[in-house]
Each structure stands twice: as structure tokens, then as C-alpha cells.
């Protein structure tokens, strides 16, 4: 599939789409997940989340989740979470890390193999918030406090001007709670990129806030592998919205 930040773009402007982040290292029941996930209305798969992610297992994800005909974008925890198999990925700086590793060191690293890859590049800003999780401790984020939406929109319009064609707000992996709906609904007004949130949504009502606060992305990820059965529910909320 061509044309990945192309479909983004133009499905955005009907509604909010639905991605289901996929730890390619934890692999139960990958295949009938993947049918349900489609089934139920899920627009994209992201892969990736993990820094220790093996070539061979993350080759063999991305093949059995190709076959759905969705969508497959590498959502890269380091450099080894490249490979050919998928339609784009997502080459993130993430703004507000205190390492230069995580801002422009990793994408310089990995630029030459995304290349050989053929992969489509989808250029974006990411930004962590509180709590922040994995990612932010990994990342070494200087963490974005959930009352300063302020803080949020510069480094979201700061990703816009440096030419990024997304920008992702992430409260992290396993977030007891998602990132506030004000944030969002602010941040959304200040860029015309497409808005991606993700981290603690784990529920229809928290995916239905954050879709009327604005995101044109609504990620989730430890719900698909702790509540299976809450996914339905949040992509109907999330569908339900009109824009």
C-alpha cells in the first residue's frame, strides 16, 4: 500500500480513525485478534512499543497482520523496529525529550534503513505527557505536566513549522488515565496537522471525550491485550462522533 499519510489526511477530514498499537512481542492469538479488530471497525494497525523487539518476530507480526489488508505502520521503539514488510513508518522526534538520542540521534541512525526499506516516512512531533510511562522514562521526556496545555501547543506548533506532517500527544503505555480533554481541544485548535492521542484509554467514554475534544487519532494498546472485549465499545463511541 502507497500513499499512507495521503489516506490519513483524507480520512480525517470524514472522522476520528481508530489504531490498534501491536506489541509485536506479545503475539497471543495474533491472527484472530487481527480478523476481530477488522471486523470491528479498527482503521490501522501501529506496530512496534518495545526496544528490545526481534527482527524475526517483528518480520512475522507485521506479515500475519498484512493479510487483513489494513493498514500496517511501524511505530519504532529504537532503530531495530524496522522492517520492509510494512506500509510506513512512523519517523517520530519526540520534542520533549531531555536526550538528543530521541530528538534527531535514532531518526539519523535509522534513516538509511527506513530508505532501503521503501517504507513511506510519516514525518512526526512526539510529545509525552504525565504520567508518561515506558516511553517517557525511555525516552528521557521532560514530561509535559496535564495542566500546561500551554507547553503542549509549543512543541505541537513547533512540530508543524519544522514541517512534521502529524503530531502525536501520549500520555504512555499503561496510563492510569488519558491525556485531558482540554489539552486536546486546545492543542487541536492551535495546529492543522492531524492530532493523534494516545495512553490510558481503555474505555468507550474516555475514547468518545477524546474524540469530541478533537483528535483525528485515537490509539490504544494495552486494552487490546488486558480488556479485548472493551475494543468494540471504543470503536463504536469513537465512530459515533460526527465531525
Do not use: C
Amino acid at each position: 500500500m502507497s500513499g499512507i499519510l495521503n489516506w490519513i489526511n483524507r480520512e480525517t477530514k470524514k472522522g476520528t480513525l481508530h489504531f490498534t498499537l501491536i506489541d509485536p512481542e506479545k503475539p497471543d492469538n495474533l491472527k484472530q485478534k487481527a480478523k476481530e479488530l477488522k471486523l470491528m471497525g479498527s482503521d490501522a494497525f501501529l506496530v512496534g512499543g518495545s526496544t528490545n523487539i526481534r527482527k524475526n518476530v517483528l518480520d512475522k507480526t507485521v506479515k500475519i497482520l498484512k493479510k487483513t489488508s489494513m493498514p500496517v505502520i511501524l511505530y519504532p521503539g529504537d532503530i531495530n523496529g524496522v522492517t520492509k514488510y510494512a506500509d510506513a513508518i512512523l519517523f517520530m522526534s519526540l520534542m520533549n525529550s531531555k536526550n538528543p538520542y530521541w530528538i534527531t540521534g535514532a531518526q539519523a541512525k535509522s534513516s538509511i534503513s527506513v530508505k532501503q526499506s521503501k517504507l513511506e516516512p510519516l514525518s512526526m512531533g512526539y510529545i509525552i505527557v504525565e504520567p508518561g510511562g515506558a516511553a517517557g522514562r525511555v525516552g528521557e521526556a521532560e514530561l509535559i505536566k496535564r495542566t500546561d496545555s500551554k507547553k503542549a501547543i509549543g512543541y505541537a506548533l513547533a512540530a508543524q513549522y519544522m514541517g512534521m506532517s502529524l503530531v502525536y500527544l501520549e500520555a504512555g503505555s499503561g496510563a492510569a488515565t488519558p491525556i485531558p480533554v482540554n489539552m486536546v481541544k486546545k492543542v487541536k485548535k492551535a495546529v492543522s496537522i492531524p492530532l493523534i492521542v494516545g495512553g490510558g484509554i481503555r474505555d468507550a467514554a474516555a475514547a468518545k471525550a477524546a474524540t469530541k475534544a478533537g483528535a483525528d487519532i485515537i490509539v490504544t494498546g494495552n486494552v487490546t491485550e488486558d480488556n479485548f472485549d472493551a475494543i468494540k465499545g471504543i470503536i463504536t463511541a469513537i465512530k459515533n462522533v460526527k465531525r
